[in-house]
C-alpha cells in the first residue's frame, strides 16, 4: 500500500523547544503534578530552528547549536534544566554541544511517586512499565536499597495506563490530546492489531510483524530522524513528522527509519519499518500524535482498526 495521497504543499518551518528528564542529576528541576504524571516544560514550538517563542507543552522540538552557545544558555532560552537538555540528547556532559549540533528535546515523560510499604524497584518497574535501572540511576540508587517509606522516587519513562472502558480523547495522559481532525490521519501500519489503547504520550501501540513498512500519517515534514541512544524516552529508533497544521506524529520502536531530517514525505511515503528497538516488550509500532486527538483512540483492544 505505498500509495501517496498529497495534501498541501511545503511550508516554512518554524521555532523549536526543548524537555526531558536527567539520571543524577538536577531533581530539583524536574516539574511534576504533584505525585502523578510529570508536566512538560514550556518553551517554543515546533521544528528546526535557533528562535524563542511560546507553545503547546506537547510537542517534539529541536535546536540548532550556535556559535558561542552553552548548555547553560539554550536551557535559559527555553526555560529548561541544562539536565534536561543532557540525558534528552545522550551528552557525555554539559560540554559536549558543537555549532551544527541538533538538540532533541521531548516533552517529559514519567510519574512522581511517593514510596509505601511494599514498593520495591522491581514492583514500581512492573506498574509503570518502566526500567527498574532506570529509576536507580535516576535517583541516585542502587538495585539493593531498600526504598523508604514516605520519600519521592521519579520513574523516568514511566506511565499511567488509560482507564480500560472508556478513552477520553481529551485526556492530557502524560501528554498530548486535543481535538478529532476526522481523516486528516491514515494508519501508519493498516492491518495492525491495537496492542494497547491510549497511554504515554497521546500514544497508541499497534502489533504488527517485524520488518512491516511504517507508512506517514499525513504529509508533512521530517523534524527527527534518530537511532539507537541510552535514554530518548524508551523509543528507539524513532521519527517525528511536523504536519501543516501544526501537529505532530511520533513513530517508534522501528528497526529503521527510511527518512532523513528536514525531507518532505507525502501521506502514505514509507519512512522506516516496525522493530522492537527500546524500552518495549515485542514488535510493534508506537504511535503518537501531537496536538490532535490519536485518530486510533476510539478502537478496541485487539481490533484491527480504521482511523476516524
Not at 480500560?164 to 493498516?190: D, E, R
Not at 508506537?286 to 484491527?304: D, I, K, M, T, W
Request: glycine letters at 14%; charged letters at 10%; hydrophobic letters at 35%.
Amino acid at each position: 500500500m505505498n500509495t501517496f495521497t498529497p495534501n498541501s504543499g511545503p511550508y516554512l518551518l518554524s521555532a523549536a523547544t526543548n524537555s526531558d528528564p536527567n539520571p543524577n542529576k538536577g531533581l530539583d528541576s524536574i516539574q511534576t503534578s504533584g505525585g502523578k504524571a510529570l508536566l512538560a516544560y514550556g518553551g517554543p514550538s515546533g521544528a528546526i530552528s535557533g528562535a524563542a517563542g511560546s507553545a503547546a507543552s506537547d510537542r517534539i522540538s529541536v535546536y540548532v547549536v550556535r556559535k558561542g552557545d552553552t548548555l547553560s544558555d539554550v536551557a535559559k532560552m527555553f526555560d529548561v534544566s541544562i539536565n534536561t537538555i543532557v540525558w534528552a540528547n545522550n551528552l557525555k556532559n554539559a560540554r559536549d554541544v558543537h555549532p551544527g549540533d541538533t538538540l532533541v528535546i521531548l516533552p517529559i515523560s514519567g510519574v512522581e511517586r511517593t514510596i509505601v510499604k511494599g514498593d520495591t524497584l522491581k514492583s514500581l518497574a512492573k506498574k509503570y512499565s518502566a526500567d527498574a535501572n532506570d529509576i536507580a540511576q535516576y535517583n541516585g540508587l542502587s538495585l539493593t536499597d531498600p526504598l523508604v517509606i514516605g520519600s519521592t522516587v521519579i520513574i523516568p519513562g514511566g506511565e499511567i495506563a488509560a482507564p480500560p472502558q472508556s478513552v477520553l480523547p481529551s485526556s492530557p495522559l502524560l501528554g498530548g490530546g486535543g481535538s478529532f481532525l476526522a481523516g486528516y490521519y491514515i494508519n501508519p501500519v493498516p492491518g495492525g492489531i491495537i496492542t494497547q489503547r491510549l497511554h504515554g504520550w497521546n500514544g497508541i501501540d499497534i502489533g504488527v510483524a517485524r520488518g512491516t513498512p511504517i507508512y506517514a500519517a499525513a504529509e508533512g515534514t521530517v523534524i527527527i530522524s534518530r537511532s539507537g541512544g541510552a535514554w530518548n524516552g524508551g523509543y528507539g529508533n524513532y521519527v517525528v513528522i511536523t504536519h501543516s497544521n501544526g501537529t505532530q506524529t511520533l513513530y517508534s520502536h522501528n528497526s529503521s527509519n527510511a527518512v532523513s531530517v528536514g525531507q518532505q514525505v507525502l501521506r502514505g511515503q514509507i519512512i522506516g519499518y516496525v522493530g522492537s528497538t527500546g524500552r518495549v516488550t515485542g514488535t510493534h509500532l508506537h504511535f503518537e500524535v501531537r496536538g490532535a486527538a490519536n485518530p486510533l483512540a476510539q478502537c478496541s483492544l485487539g481490533s484491527v482498526c480504521t482511523p476516524q
